[in-house]
Every structure is written in C-alpha cells, then in structure tokens.
C-alpha cells in the first residue's frame, strides 16, 4: 500500500540526470555564441571588403550608376574642402568639367568650351554690338551658352576690339568677331537699308539713334551669317541683357524654341528690368536679383493700381524700354525692324509673345552707368539737346544729371530714382506681384565662375602679336558675309555725296510695303488707361 502511494504521486515524466542537463545547457550556450559572432563578422567583414574596393577604385558610387556615360560633378562639386581633387596639383584644376545631368537640356557640356554637337536643334545665334570688355561680355556669352545658344555674331569696336580682348573672343568655338575697319565702313553705305523708308527717320542723328541704325544694319549682316551657318534662331541682344527662358520643361532656350510651333516666324519676349538695392554693384549678372516684371506678364488691374508706388518718380514705369526683344526664324527675305524687332520684305511675320519667358535687363545696374553714357555722347546737357540723342526720357534726365551734378548730388540722384532701398515698399510690390526674384542667371554664372570657365578661357587664348592681329581682322571682314551687307558708320551722310542723289528714292517708297522700324518704347502709362487720377 505505502509502495502504491507513491507510485501515484510520482512525477508523470523522468527527470534527466545532472550531468545530462549541464551538457545540453552547455551546448545551447555555444551555438548562440556562435550565431553572434557570426551576426557581428558578418557586417564588419563586408564593410571592409566595400571600403577595400572603394579605396582601389573598383566599386561604382550607386548615385553614379543612374547618370549616363561620361557624367561629372555639378560646377563646383569637386571643389570642396572634402574632395580629394581640391587638393590635386594638376593644372587642369582651373579647367574643371562641367557635369552633365541625365537631361541634355541644361547643357554643362564636357569642358569650358561648352561646345555643341552638330545634331542639337533649333541651332541659335546670338548677335550684338559692343565696346565692353572681357569682364562684361564672357559671362553674357557663356550663361547663352549653358542655356543653348550656340553661335555668336559680335560685332565689336572699342575696348572689345583690342588685341587682349578680341584674341579671347576669337578662340571660342562657335564665335564670330567683326572688327569695324575702313574696308567694313566703305561696305556699310551699299545696304539697301539707306534706300529704304523703315528706318530713314532715325538716319543722320546723333548718340542713341546712330547707334539704333548701327545696330540694325549689324542685324541685317548677322542674317545672312546665320544662314550660312546654318542657324534656324536669330536674336540680337545687348550684352547687358540674359534671356530668361522660365515656362519651358527645362531652362533651355533651345527646349522653349523646339516647342515653337512651325508656322511662326517670330517669338517676343517681354523685358524684365533690374531692380537694384545697393549702390556698389560691380557685378550685376552675379549680384541683382529683383526685376521689375513687364506689363505683359501683369494683372492689368494690378499693373496700374500700383503704378505710382512702381515708378517713384520717375517718367515711366521703367527706367528704360518696355517693349521687349524677339527671336526670328531664320528665313527667305527675312530683316531687321530696328534693334527690338524682325520683319519680312516679303509678308507680315506670324508672330507669338511668351507668357512666362522673358529677356532681364540689367539697366543702370552701376553707378558708373551714369558717366559711362555722358562719355558716349557729345549732346549738351539741356532739355532741348538731348533730345536729339536720346529716345527715352530717363536716358534725357540721366544724362543731364550726370554732365552737370557733382558726385555726391549724382548719387544722391541715383538713390531716389535707382535704388530701391525702402523696404516696405519692395515687400508690398514683391507680394503684388510688380517685383519678382529671379535667381537662375546669378546661379548659373557664379557657378560658371567658380568652376574656373572664364578664367580657362582666357589662359587658353593663343598669344597674338600685332601683325597677326591686323591678317585676322583682314581675314575676318573679307568674308562672304560682309561682301553680301554692310554696316553702317559715323561717317556715313557727311562725306559721301552721292547718298543725297539715292536717297530721293525715299519719296516714292511705300511706308505699307516697309513697316517703320519698331523704337525702344516705354511700357504703358497711366494716360494710356485714364487713370491718371490713381493714387
């Protein structure tokens, strides 16, 4: 009975012996132990394998692998602090590539040259007249550039025709530099442009009109360039003016002119104007911001209800011109309509202005821009004078200022009418919508800047002594092109007395055939919506 009792009260399964328990304990230890070392190897060991690979070089960046053949660096990447490169002593540092992303419309191409290939389209041009120097002309020229510009028209004089400025220019692929020789002006009396009513009212003056004629008969030469070039895109561009080409898919001219439809002949876009805050900007591509939006991109009802907070005195709402500046399409019997314009001897060009795109004006960005324009011309300071000189009121006023104030009344002048140093009011027009802040130009040519392109480009010029310099002028001015127009020259209607026998002709032109050269013009004014009682 006592043996039956505990037989009921055993346990119902066998206890293991002591020494089985601690040698299965044991072993579960051991195996877990295992399986974290492992775990711990296992991330360290394949660490030191990538950072091997990485450090021989036989391992891609993953960001890498999503980029195209032959991508680099954004300007300015490989320039860090961080970057091996930055501490290379090669001398193509200055020389640094400029990447490209996995879209062609941004176009940092494969080095300073940012040369095209033969098979981009639209193929487009540039040209301009200028006196200006290296400092001015290369970042306008390279932000066209990286923004699809491909040729260049320069027609140059002054500063800009001097060995040390001129022999850079001519070492840029895709540039044409055209000197303003004796050969060249005796060319310029034989346009038919002098026989012809379009532009005969701004003929025979002095200053700015002399040089709206200069620079039509230029356009009129830069045509027939272009054709033999084979460009489909024409515009003509002072060099203190960028092209802004916001609303395309990308910040592309060439992607906003691809979406062009065929049938237009003309693309107008509206000028923006620089709105400076300082009174020391040296730089004004890399330094202003603020720009005063057209008439054309504005609320009408916005447009004059701030129009005497926008214009602060001044004549007009813009300091300057408000009518913009087009790209034509290369094509038969196509011609200049003065500096802001295209027509056709032939029809009345289909023509479309752009909603969002625009040509920045960097006007009057410089102090200096006051004296600069009082050296330029030889008008007297009064009211009556310059008008003979200049077609703007505030050009009349500026200069008027600048030949008989003193430094410190200039600048206090330059303040009231210039700058825009109050704060409140640039808030209240920023928020209306009058002001903008446009950064993609400052972006682009300071990074340009950084990565060593101008100053690449100015090493890289071959050294020309001064006989080689005269062959090359020789050589560019005997070209198919100039022998086909010409230009025209201060000396034109005062030596030359045949042109009064062949200019009767202008009598029997007919002004409907030869639509009048379009004049910069001011934007609207409050007379021009009778609101002239606005606040």
């Excluded at 895709?174 to 009212?201: D, M």
């Excluded at 813009?318 to 314009?341: E, S, V």
Aim: with cysteine.
């Amino acid at each position: 009975m006592p043996n039956h009792h505990h037989h009921l009260h055993a346990p119902l399964r066998t206890t293991p012996s002591s020494s089985s328990s601690s040698t299965s304990s044991s072993s579960s230890h051991s195996f877990a132990s295992k399986i974290l070392l492992l775990l711990t190897l296992l991330p360290v060991s394949l660490a030191a394998i990538a950072f091997l690979l990485q450090w021989r070089g036989g391992i891609s960046d993953p960001a890498t692998l999503l980029s195209p053949p032959g991508s680099l660096q954004f300007p300015g990447m490989d320039h860090s602090s961080l970057s091996p490169l930055s501490h290379s002593s090669s001398s193509s540092s200055d020389c640094v590539h400029l990447g490209r992303t996995s879209s062609p419309s941004f176009p940092y191409y494969h080095d300073w040259k940012l040369d095209f290939g033969a098979s981009l389209r639209p193929k487009i041009c540039v040209t301009t007249s200028t006196s200006g120097g290296l400092e001015q002309i290369l970042p306008w020229m390279f932000y066209h550039k990286v923004i699809g510009v491909s040729n260049f028209f320069l027609f140059v004089e002054g500063k800009a025709a001097s060995p040390e400025v001129s022999k850079v220019l001519e070492s840029i692929p895709g540039v044409k530099v055209i000197y303003r020789t004796k050969e060249l002006e005796e060319q310029q009396a034989k346009s038919r442009i002098w026989n012809e009513t379009w532009l005969a009212s701004f003929f025979y003056k002095p200053c700015n009109y002399e040089l709206f004629v200069k620079q039509s008969l230029n356009m009129e030469m830069a045509i027939v360039m272009a054709r033999d070039a084979g460009m489909d895109w024409i515009l003509h561009l002072d060099t203190d003016e960028l092209i802004h080409p916001a609303g395309a898919r990308e910040y592309s001219l060439r992607q906003l002119l691809l979406d062009v439809p065929g049938n237009v002949d003309m693309v107008i876009f509206p000028n923006y104007e620089s709105s400076i805050e300082r009174d020391d900007i040296k730089e004004p591509f890399s330094e202003v911001s603020m720009f005063k939006k057209n008439y054309d991109h504005l609320p009408k009802d916005t447009y004059f209800g701030t129009y005497k907070d926008s214009v602060r005195g001044n004549p007009n709402y813009f300091l300057t011109y408000g009518n913009g500046k087009a790209a034509a399409r290369i094509q038969d019997h196509l011609r200049p309509n003065g500096a802001h314009r295209w027509h056709n001897y032939m029809k009345t060009p289909t023509e479309i202005k752009l909603e969002e795109a625009a040509v920045l004006h960097y006007t009057y960005a410089k102090f200096s821009d006051l004296t600069s324009r009082r050296d330029r011309c030889g008008c007297k300071p009064t009211k009556e004078d310059v008008k003979r000189c200049f077609m703007l009121e505030f050009d009349r006023s500026a200069f008027i200022i600048a030949s008989t104030a003193t430094e410190d009344e200039m600048m206090k002048w330059y303040h009231e009418h210039v700058v825009w140093g109050d704060k409140d009011l640039k808030i209240k027009l920023l928020r209306k919508g009058i002001l903008t802040r446009i950064y993609s130009p400052m972006v682009i040519i300071q990074s340009l800047r950084e990565s060593g392109v101008f100053s690449s480009v100015i090493a890289s010029a071959p050294t020309l002594s001064k006989e080689n310099f005269l062959l090359s002028i020789d050589s560019s001015n005997s070209s198919r092109a100039v022998a086909s127009v010409s230009l025209p020259s201060r000396k034109i209607g005062r030596t030359k007395e045949s042109k009064s026998t062949t200019r009767k002709v202008l009598d029997f032109e007919s002004a409907v055939l030869h639509e009048v050269a379009v004049p910069p013009l001011s934007p609207p004014g409050l007379h021009d919506n009778g609101l002239n009682s606005l606040s």
